[in-house]
């Protein structure tokens, strides 16, 4: 890395110096490029460096604000004797870069709220801690920064606490769980920011997801204790349009651009994953979240790429595993933020564009990836790239025992899949529409790419389990919302032929034929549904549909009641009821 970012110094400086010949931009020649810090340090007269002068400006500055009573750190660095009797150990981690954490390498697009020491800074801290940490002068000391305690933005306009504590054991292996919290608003509300405070220094990071449904209540109730299990996210809980709000210590409140405020629809639940690590003594977790809300709607809203790629087959051993997978883009496109996610075998992960003129731009490189610290990034300023540009991630992965990270020990072979002793390899980017008015356009690509995602990755599950019948159901949901409903239903009628009792199914046939407007099989397949599962009120709503079209007024009536008793409150089988009530006044009135 070091001879790289010198040389761009050098040809800088020569691309500057043959401007001021030609007397064009003289001032060229002062400007230093910005990205480039010095690349070595000088080393001081032996005794000159001291903690007061030196040392505690650094360390007040980089290292106070998580090693301080109530936050992250494990340990406080706000004293002489805090900092001087690890003075080693700092200049350890300070070296090998693992503090203060931040993962990406410098040199490419610059991102906000970056922590990273000089090369300068590491010097020094180098330098003292090998002549014996000296504490100097007393009248050199600065003051502490003040930092804000508590809520980092003020109070919140709203705070919302966990229900109930989650108890987690003094050890074992690290625990991923996700919390269901209940915001009690009767209206939307638009977001400008949210911060997570967890209550505990074993939370290690955090997803905050919005659940508009009950459905990740019910996975609750079938959970003993507050929450339920596993990395996997809830199908109906997602971030909202665009934005990441992923949490890690330090990170404080997660904050959306000007003008991309988030809506948090009335009523709905957080659903907050987190990723616990026991340490040593049972602690009950109990985190709250405040919002902070603004009266102002966004005028415009991100939206997210998500590229993954399943093929993942990693032998034991191999210490450079590589993967890449690319989107094309459909409009040119400002990114705003991007977010890479693997597991534990993730070495160097990249984030590239390769442009149209065929330049490859560098989004992110994370040289040495570490799970612990996974986040996402803001750019400083939005990157333009341009239609027809190649976004992609370029990931590799170290499965031998030089990755001290490996959980598998002896190494074993790893596929892809959701445990965190499987791996997986995604890249996210929040974007914008560079011309506002070509958003829905963005947006209906990338519905197409996840829809065709859902088939990649379903035909990966089949490939792992021929008799996988919930992957096809899954793939033929896919085909048909991509407008294929012919192979939708070509490859359900097999499956059912081999296996006629699946009621999902029987259910997904229905509405691929209902597509096709052949009512009378479609609601064949509503009615094979309720012989199977009698409670299952959108089989009857939809029967009820069929029954409309096909003229059968009073069975499609007898239909809808019965929904609606299955579900009070449906506004769909209601306006059904009406539509069908209506038809058979018509009738009788005829
Ligand atoms: C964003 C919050 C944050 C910042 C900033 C930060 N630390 Fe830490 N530090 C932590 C946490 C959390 C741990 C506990 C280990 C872990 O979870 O990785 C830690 C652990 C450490 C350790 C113990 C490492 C080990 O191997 O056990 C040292 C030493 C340390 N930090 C020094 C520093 C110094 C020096 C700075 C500033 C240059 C700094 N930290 C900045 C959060 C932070």
Redesign the pocket.
Known sequence: MRPKRSGRFRALLAGGLALALVGAAGWFLFARPKNVAPQYYVTRPRGSVTFNKNIAP??FE??G???RPG?????N?LTYVD?SK?AK??A???KSR????WLPEDGHEEFLDK?R?SVEQIGL?NQWAAEGAPEGNAADLPPLPKWTEGWQLGPPDLVVTMPESYSLPADGVDVYRNFIIPVPTTEKRFVWAVELRPSS?AV?HAFIRIDPTRESRRLDEKDPGPGFGGMTKPPTADTPAGHFLGW????GPARAPDGLAWTLPAGADVVLLMHM?PRGKREMIRPSIGFYFTETPPTNTPTKISIFTYDIDIPAGATNYTIEQTFSLPVDVDLLSILPHCHYLGRRLEGFAMMPDQSRKTLLVIPDWDF??QSDYRYEKPVYLPKGTQVGLRFSYDNSTNNVRNPNQPPTRVKYGLQTTNEMGELHLQILAHHPEEQPQLEEALNQYALKDIVTLNQHRLRENRNDTEALVEIAKAKLMLGDAANAVRLLQRLLAGQPGNTEAHYTLGIALMDRSNYREAEAQFLETLTLDPENYRARNNAGICSLRLGKLDDAAAHFQEALRLHPGDTIAEANLRLAVQARRGQSGK
């Open positions: 650094i360390v980089n290292c604000g998580c090693h936050e992250a750190g494990p340990f660095l900092v690890r150990q700092i350890e981690v300070t693992l503090m203060p954490p922590r020491l801290i220094k290690h890690q210590p330090g990170r690590q612990n610290w």
